[in-house]
Structure formats: structure tokens, C-alpha cells
């Protein structure tokens, strides 16, 4: 596996992420020792960077990941986040944070977190404060490096001003390219890329099906993306791209995730799985090489994202 650097703070990790949310929350029921053997199969293949948060079940998800990693934790990369409460508000005060951070090493069986990110901005709390708190546990060294999510350019360069920031985390995808926006201001704080989801919520694997089929704890049940209207054009350009990697022997999500790696040095995506021969397919997409027709033929087929939208309806993504 190849490694990328994501900021100037040191932070190397391997070129291909895991994603652990979907092993407890958000995609209807999971069984947790599929999890473990899916994180487990990511490591054995060269994987080293492996992300939770507080949030994923409340503690449970951490307690998980640090079953999994825990004879080869010193060998891989931990990132965790904060921000959130259990009623889905946000909760970024210092007093918290330090709460939440504890909560998390001990969830995680670990004596310091890699990579801590706040999970959402806090419009309720200066982000100087927050990066003020982070800032205390790198210098107490329980905390390597500090991420934020979903945060816009002067949340960035207000933070980076108080604790340099490693890496930002947002959604982003083939069906996904709000983002890129915001590539200019990560190249002039020289802060890495992590694209959540990015095989589209699991449309770009070519096992979509239309929302109602998902059991309705799956987020998918309801989302735009898999509704009548939006499914059936989604589908359509998922068969085209799954022509384009057929011709180059791989299957969509390898594609899907060779294209995001050919947008930058900067930038490691962390698809997510409960599936160790899933987590192999993915593995493989490190080692695709995308040539310039072959961008161009994806830029023919989703000129710029996926039909409908990630929020939903009267949402945006406004970064500030």
C-alpha cells in the first residue's frame, strides 16, 4: 500500500482509509464481528488509517475499532471525532470536548487519539476555543493531530491560526463534488483531504437498490439519491462507469475511489465496510492507474455530481 502525507504536521497514513461508521449506525443492523474482521482485513491488506467518532452508537463504535486495532495499534493511525450530542445538537465547549476526549480514550482502550476532529462547526462557540482545547491535549500528548469536518475557509484559517490544522473531512464522491470549492484554501494552509463516503453511500458499488427496499434505518431509505426520479439516472451513470472499469479490469468502486486518488496527493478517501471481501475490492483501487481519457470519460458521464441532493430538502452546504 502507498502512503500519502495529509498536512504539514507529519501525519503519513496509507493512500486508502477505513471508514467505521456504517459497522453500528446509520445502515440499518450490522453484526459487530463482522466489523472487527472487515478493520482487521483492511490492516492485513496495508491499510493504516482507520476513522470512528463519538457519536457512531455512542461509544460503541470506538469500543469496536479498539477491539479490532488493538494487537497492531502502534502500527496504524486513529482518528476519532467530537462535537455532537445524543439529540443530534452540537456541543463544542472546551469543558465538553475534554470530557468527550477522555470518554473516547477510554471506549477505544487507547492512551491518545492520532487524529481528533471536531465533527460539525459550532456556530455557539468560537472555533479559537475549540482549537485553544485541542491544542492542549497535543501539547499533553493525547492527541497527535487536529482535524475539522464539514468547515469552511475561515473556520479554517481561524483555527489554523491557534493549533495548525492536519486534515479536513467532507463528503465527497463521483456523485459529490460540492467540496472542491474549497480545494484553493486547503492548498494555501497546506491541510490534507479525507472524503467521507466516497463511494456515494454505497450507490457506486453497483449494489444500489430504490430507497424503499433499505430497511428503514438505513438513511438510504429516505435519501434523495434513492428516490424515483433521481435512482433511475443515478443507476444509468453507475452502468456507464461500470463499462469504463470493466474495460480496465476493475469493478466501479475500484474506479470510483482511483478517481478521487487521482484528484490530488492530498487526499485519502475512507470507504466504508462490513464486508472483508469488500474491504479487498477497495484495497485494490490504490493500485489504478486513471489515465487522462479515462477522466475525461468520467467527466462525460457525471459532469458534476449525481442526481439529488446529499441534504435534505431546503438544506445546502454553506461553509463557513
Known sequence: MKTRTLGQQGLTTS??????????????????????????????????????????????????????????????????????????????????????????????????????????????????????AVKEFIDAGKVKYFGLSEAGPDTMRRAHAVQPVSVLQTEYSLFDREVEVLFPVLDELGIGFVPYSPLGRGFLTGTAKPGAEYDQSDMRHSAARWQPGNFEKNLDATRQLSELAASKGATVAQLALAWLLAQGEHIVPIPGTRSATRVQENVGAADLTLTPADLNRVKEILPSGGFGSRFPAGMSAEWQ
Open 15 to 132: 493512500a486508502l482509509g477505513y471508514g467505521s461508521m456504517g459497522i453500528s449506525s446509520f445502515y440499518g443492523p450490522g453484526e459487530e464481528h463482522e466489523g472487527i474482521a472487515a478493520i482487521q482485513k483492511a490492516y492485513e491488506l496495508g491499510v493504516t488509517f482507520f476513522d470512528t467518532a463519538e457519536m457512531y452508537g455512542w461509544g460503541e463504535n470506538e469500543k469496536i475499532v479498539g477491539r479490532a486495532v488493538k494487537s497492531f495499534r502502534d502500527d496504524v493511525v486513529i482518528a476519532t471525532k467530537f462535537g455532537f450530542t445524543p439529540e443530534f445538537g452540537l456541543d463544542s465547549r472546551p469543558e465538553h470536548l475534554r470530557e468527550v476526549v477522555e470518554n473516547s480514550l477510554r471506549y477505544l482502550g487507547m492512551d491518545h487519539i492520532d487524529v481528533l476532529y471536531q465533527h460539525r462547526p459550532d456556530p455557539n462557540v468560537p472555533i479559537e476555543e475549540v482549537a485553544g
